[in-house]
Nanobody
Framework: QVQLVESGGGLVQPGESLRLSCAAS????????MGWYRQAPGQERELVAT???????NYADSVKGRFTISRDNAKNTAYLQMNSLKPEDTAVYYC??????????????WGQGTQVTVSS
């Protein structure tokens, strides 16, 4: 089994920054892509950013230029640096990892979520 543990959420004012972390642990060969998703009340979960094992990144248009995703493969950890936060960034942020758990078997895992609230 693989576990993803997120940390770093909180309450900040508009324009401030937060850094989220997602640490993966458990039985796995390697981690393929990792990503961050978010879900605001009454809305569907949406992609925020993804990063491949080779560090190729992809961002939602709404966060381009403000958020930066990165990863440390040695620590099995992904990060999301969020700058210039806006009230509309308020949501529960979830970490996702596509993990190689067998010779030819990959599986998606999700963290429990961390709340980010941007409010004055």
């Amino acid at each position: 089994q693989v576990q993803l543990v997120e940390s770093g959420g909180g309450l900040v004012q508009p324009g401030e920054s937060l850094r989220l972390s997602c640490a993966a642990s458990g039985n796995m060969f390697s981690i393929n892509a990792m990503g961050w998703y978010r879900q605001a009340p009454g809305q569907e979960r949406e992609l925020v950013a993804t990063i491949g094992r080779g560090s190729t990144t992809n961002y939602a248009d709404s966060v381009k230029g403000r958020f930066t995703i990165s990863r440390d493969n040695a620590k099995n950890t992904a990060y999301l640096q969020m700058n210039s936060l806006k009230p509309e960034d308020t949501a529960v942020y979830y970490c996702n990892a596509n993990v190689r758990i067998g010779a030819i078997l990959n599986k998606d895992y999700w963290g429990q979520g961390t709340q980010v609230t941007v409010s004055s």
